[in-house]
């Protein structure tokens, strides 16, 4: 795998700056060389741009779009070129098996229940105030359009509270190895890897949050709107000719869900701020 500076940084040797040390980090970087070399055997291309708008040390709020599960691996390595230990906000489903929640506890990962949120934010306020680099994926899951059609405010609370950069992440790609499902009926997607992906993350230069949290997230979506249609219409993401690819978003001219389609599977917790930006 390779940057786009066409060089390759090992996730293990990359200096730690700030967090925990001892037996969680040692867990966070056998699980990251795990992932790394899964995508390693499925030649997949990763391209990092922006990582110097991350901090090497200090809190920082990461707010990215959401559109497959290998997201987290992937935004996961990019940070570790920073020397960061991102800590993610996750559905709190992933502790139900014990195993995987011992493993997410001890690499300081935060459980999220999308109908009570505020254990989480006080729990991600509390990684920011010991200088951690906490992970935001503001949809609330998946987007199941491949779109920005709605974020949480939550992201822009906890910089306002803390006085963290809010640090824009756009990631797009991962849902070639890992697509979502498409119908609520359906079971969970399963992975469908293919060689040779591209997968592209993007950091932004950091917001200055105001004092209205919904203002701030809709300038957030904004930014990840605009960036994530900027990557989806390179040649490099494009579907081949003639092929009507369901991981394509709709309004560029592929086969994935349209918005009024995804809205059957898009979770819409209280407070969530509906799509003001960009033009669709």
């Not at 997968?199 to 990840?224: F, H, M, S, Y």
């Not at 900027?230 to 579907?239: C, E, V």
Request: glycine residues 14%; charged residues 20%; proline residues 9%.
């Amino acid at each position: 795998m390779t940057t786009r500076a066409g060089r390759t940084v090992r996730a293990d040797a990359c200096p730690v700056a700030g967090g925990r040390a001892g037996g969680g980090e040692r867990v966070y970087d056998a699980v990251t060389r795990t992932g790394h070399r899964l995508l390693g055997s499925l030649a997949v291309q990763e391209r990092w741009t922006g990582l110097e708008h991350v901090p090497t040390s200090g809190p920082v709020v990461i707010a990215g779009n959401h559109h497959a599960f290998p997201d987290f691996a992937v935004a996961g390595h990019a940070l570790l070129q920073r020397g960061r230990y991102a800590r993610f906000l996750c559905r709190g489903s992933f502790w139900g098996w014990a195993p995987l929640g011992r493993a997410l506890d001890t690499m300081g990962h935060v459980p999220v229940d999308f109908a009570a949120p505020a254990a989480a934010l006080l729990a991600a306020r509390r990684l920011l105030d010991d200088g951690e680099a906490v992970v935001v994926f503001g949809q609330a899951g998946f987007g199941h359009s491949y779109t920005v059609e709605r974020l949480m405010p939550g992201a822009a609370a906890l910089a306002r509270l803390t006085g963290a950069p809010l640090v824009p992440l756009t990631l797009w790609g991962t849902q070639r190895l890992w697509p979502v499902k498409r119908h609520p009926e359906d079971r969970p997607a399963l992975p469908r890897p293919r060689r040779h992906a591209v997968v592209d993350v993007v950091l932004g230069e950091p917001l200055a949050p105001g004092a209205d949290d919904a203002a701030t997230t809709r300038a957030l979506g904004a930014v990840l709107d605009g960036t994530l249609t900027r990557l989806q219409r390179l040649p490099s993401h494009r579907p081949r000719p003639g092929e009507s690819d369901p991981t394509y978003p709709a309004h560029l001219g592929g086969g994935g869900l349209g918005p009024a389609e995804a809205t059957l599977l898009d979770r819409r917790p209280p407070g969530v701020v509906d799509r003001g930006w960009g033009t669709r």
